[in-house]
């Protein structure tokens, strides 16, 4: 008993320390600065010359992309370079076509194709060899030929001044994007970049930074930081860096991942902060679906997720070493086919769940039924969803919280993809021209959404009842 109660403050204070989780920002900061070489106090252009000294650069259209040289170390380090360099391409290409038309982009999306095979064409050992021993412009690391440098110039001239989108602009449109390939990298470059000003570290020093996988900033220059790695749910302690592969549930989880940031900062440059939310996250999702096949990302609906942790199993003939299966995704109903159809199946059971919940018959039409976190409870909501300046369903109870975003995020996206296959109601190619218009309308005026959609379409995009005629009640009646 007395060895227990000498043994006891001991363990108690063992078992403070493994659930302190108090990020130590100001350490983090100080192991970036020491591997960039980095003394005296720190200031805006130390940055920028770290990234000159320690990293590699790209441009690809309207995006400058950085990304630390060290780490690409082999196989997987290079297919993790190219997925994001080729996702940053594609998704200004498909906007690109969706915006400016392809006969008008047929140089360039001539140049992509050609960025794109070169990119496919790096050899591991060469790529490797040259990163540890070089640093500047990516094309003069690896010796890109005269080719790539013409289709980099196509694609920086048409994308940066907005001709690609069929828009013009008074001075090429730019942001950088810095890839952190690993949550060391993340968190020491973010954590960096919070003591140079206090509005970095109000944005950047944030509780929440271990979990988050990218942020904006403006100083020293306008950037967005994006993790190529998710945090792992199983940090406990001082552990603030263990990741999870984000191709460990999706195939394609790091494409994904890359196209909806570049969408974001798409938005933000040619859109601006005032376009219209629920538009512009259908569009995200659309682009995401056009260059991925899917899209079953977290960055809208419910971000929480829900599976359960990865179990281990003996299997033989396995490693000996052992190893883990993949936890089970328990997602909602409305991402069981990850988009793959713009998610029309789970709207449809939806939509026929809803009906069956719902006693009077004028009622049914746009009827959705919801659950609770624990499914035990059911709710229906009724469309039309469009009409708030957002997009929203109705304020709910808490627990139906989830499972309404989680709707709202494969309404919006089906919707999005219906008008721009469908709005125009005559052929494919007249519903493109005529989402394109719209994109061109909300561009110049962002708060012209619903007098656009009566002069492009002839109705406007909702009313507060499925009653009267409008773009919304026309999606449904389609569902």
Known sequence: MRLLTCLLPAILATSAATQDRTI?????????????????A?????????????????????????????????????EKLQEALQGVLDTQLVMAEWMGGKEKNKALLKAGVTFGKWIKSWKQREVTKSMQ???GDL????????????????????????????LTADKPRSEQIVFCPTRQVFLETACFLGTLSEENKDALWQNNLTTQCQSHIQDPFEMQIIALEYASPKQVGRDFTSSIDMNSREKNGLLQHVVHTTMNAIIRIWF??????????????????AVCGEDNT??????????????????????????????????????????????????????KSGAKKTRKKKQKFGAFLIHSDNQSEWKVVHAPF?????????????????????????????FVHWLRDKGMGK???????????????????????????????????????????????????KL
Request: aromatic residues 8%.
């Open 24 to 40: 130590p920002f100001k350490k983090f900061a100080q192991d970036f600065a020491a591997k960039h070489g980095i003394s005296g």
């Open 42 to 78: 720190p200031e805006s252009s130390q940055f920028s010359k770290a990234l000159e000294t320690k990293w590699v650069r790209l441009t690809i259209g309207g995006f400058t992309v950085r990304y630390p040289a060290a780490t690409v170390n082999g196989k997987a380090a290079m």
């Open 133 to 135: 021993s070089g640093v």
């Open 139 to 166: 094309l003069d690391v690896l010796e890109a030929p005269e080719a790539v440098h013409k289709a980099i110039k196509t694609l920086q001239e048409d994308l940066s001044n907005g001709k690609a989108y069929g």
């Open 272 to 289: 601006g902060e005032e376009a219209p939310r629920s538009l512009m996250v259908g569009l995200t999702m659309n682009v995401t679906i």
């Open 298 to 351: 977290r960055a809208d609906g419910d971000e929480r997720g829900k599976s359960v942790g990865a179990r281990v199993a003996f299997v033989p003939g396995g490693r000996s070493e052992g190893g883990l299966f993949a936890g089970a995704n328990l997602d909602s109903m409305w991402r069981s086919t990850k988009g793959r159809d713009w998610f029309v199946r789970p709207l449809k059971r939806g939509l």
């Open 386 to 414: 469009l009409s708030a300046p957002t997009g929203d369903v109705p304020t709910l109870p808490a627990q139906f919280t989830g499972d309404s975003k989680e709707l709202l995020r494969a309404y919006t996206c089906c």
């Open 427 to 477: 052929t494919k190619k007249a519903s493109n021209a005529g989402f394109a218009a719209l994109l061109h309308a909300i561009q110049a005026k962002p708060d012209s959404l619903e007098t656009s959609c009566q002069e492009i379409y002839g109705v406007g995009l909702s009313r507060g009842s499925l009653d009267e005629d409008s773009l919304e009640r026309r999606f449904l009646k």
